[in-house]
């Protein structure tokens, strides 16, 4: 039996494959090979035969008149080949299309590569003591990562850099002010990040933004900055739940977000990154029923009826019951009208004004707050951490 050896180098077999073509290469034949090695005569015919389907798919058949392999990733998916009157071969095409298990097992070969060197991070310790009663919701109005600004025009400079600074030094001292809760939301109230995709325009209007660096350097930075909040809260509460909804800045980079914040802390119980697709989320800590959204679509006022509809049991359960929103960069609280003991609230946020709002008129404060819950009591307790506070 005649073997071409050449079928080890583009059939891609198995160790095993190979020690058996190897013995039929040797042995002169299938049935030789197998006597030799003391396998059963059909294994290493299968073996053979699947190696040369194999290199087949990489165009590698001369039996066929096929010589001209594809590169590794691809298989052939057909030649066409000519033949003159004497019936030999005088022109070839060959068609190839991506061979989608072989790129996947070179993806799981390059990331394994990349990621053989790092050593996971510590495990954060518990904190010692942490209010079984307490609920810390800590606020992120309208971060606008990605946003850039000059001071000379809006009254203060801000960039990715500012921003990832001024997100993690708030959060850090809002936390070293709030008691140790069982548990802590940090509730991103929307437009994270100031654009939503490379255009640097907003999704619906098309309003032209101004953006600090590319699309990618952008996202990056805004997870790293939501980690570290994260890692930070983890060493002063028991629990963080990580609330990210989605802006008229940021309705697709949200989504990004959550998926990227619920791969880094899928293994960590003490995290809780909500998932769920809502504009609308809810949580209740004993008597408080707690609402939020971004702001941009149902009317404030139309709020406290929404929850009411959206979360009944949650609601009878409920003696207070608020709405946190972002959006509109200002504090402002409604009691509702129609539905006593419902309040809404909207936050301010620790980005400066870009040009359009400047020359609107906006001029609120920047800050951050933290709003401490009991079960029993409702809000006990509510801290500012203003962005005068750190230095320019």
């Known amino acids: 039996m005649n073997v071409d050896p050449n079928i080890l180098d583009h059939g891609k077999p198995t160790p095993r494959q190979r020690e058996l073509i190897e013995a039929i290469i040797e042995h002169g034949g299938v049935r030789a090979a197998a006597r030799a090695l003391g396998a059963s005569l059909d294994l290493c015919g299968r073996a ?51 061979d989608d298990e072989r790129r996947e097992e070179l993806a799981r070969t390059f990331v394994e590569g990349l990621s053989s060197g790092i050593t996971p991070l510590p495990p954060i310790e518990r904190p010692q003591y942490a ?26 400079n801000f960039d990715l850099a500012i921003a990832e600074r001024l997100t993690f030094a708030a959060v850090d001292r809002i936390c070293a002010r709030t008691p140790s809760s069982h548990t802590a939301l940090l509730l991103n109230l929307g437009d994270f990040f100031h654009a939503d995709n490379a255009s640097n325009r907003t999704p619906r209007s098309g309003a032209e ?111 207070w019951r608020v709405w946190h929103c972002g959006h509109f960069h200002h504090n402002q609280t409604m009691t509702a009208k129609d539905a006593v003991g419902v309040t809404v609230e909207t936050h301010r946020t620790l980005a400066a004004n870009d040009a359009w709002h400047r020359h609107a008129g906006y001029r609120s404060h920047r800050d951050i707050k933290a709003i401490v819950y009991d079960k029993q009591l409702g ?14």
């Open 48 to 98: 053979y035969r699947d190696v040369v389907k194999k290199a087949a798919l990489q165009g590698y058949a001369p039996a066929n008149d096929m010589h001209h392999t594809v590169p590794d990733g691809f298989k052939v998916r057909g030649v066409s080949t000519y033949y003159d009157s004497e019936g030999k071969a005088r022109g070839q095409w060959v068609k190839s299309s991506a």
């Open 131 to 156: 209010d079984a009663n307490l609920l810390t919701v800590i606020p992120l109005g309208d971060p606008h990562f990605g946003l850039l600004t000059w001071g000379e025009e809006v009254g203060a």
């Open 209 to 319: 933004l101004d953006v600090d660096g590319r699309f990618q350097k952008i996202a990056q930075v805004g997870v790293r900055a939501i980690e570290r909040c994260i890692m930070r809260m983890l060493e002063k509460h028991e629990r963080v739940i990580v609330r990210n909804n989605r802006g008229n800045h940021d309705p697709h980079q949200a989504a990004m977000l959550t998926i990227c914040l619920s791969m880094r802390f899928h293994d960590n119980p003490r995290v809780t990154i909500e998932s769920g697709p809502s504009s609308f989320y809810y949580l209740r800590w004993g008597k408080t029923l707690i609402g939020s959204t971004h702001g941009d679509g149902a009317k404030l006022t139309d709020l406290p009826m929404i929850m009411a509809t959206d979360v009944p049991h949650e609601w009878a359960a409920a003696t």
């Open 379 to 392: 809000e006990v307790e509510r801290l500012r951490c203003g962005v005068e506070e750190f230095a320019a």
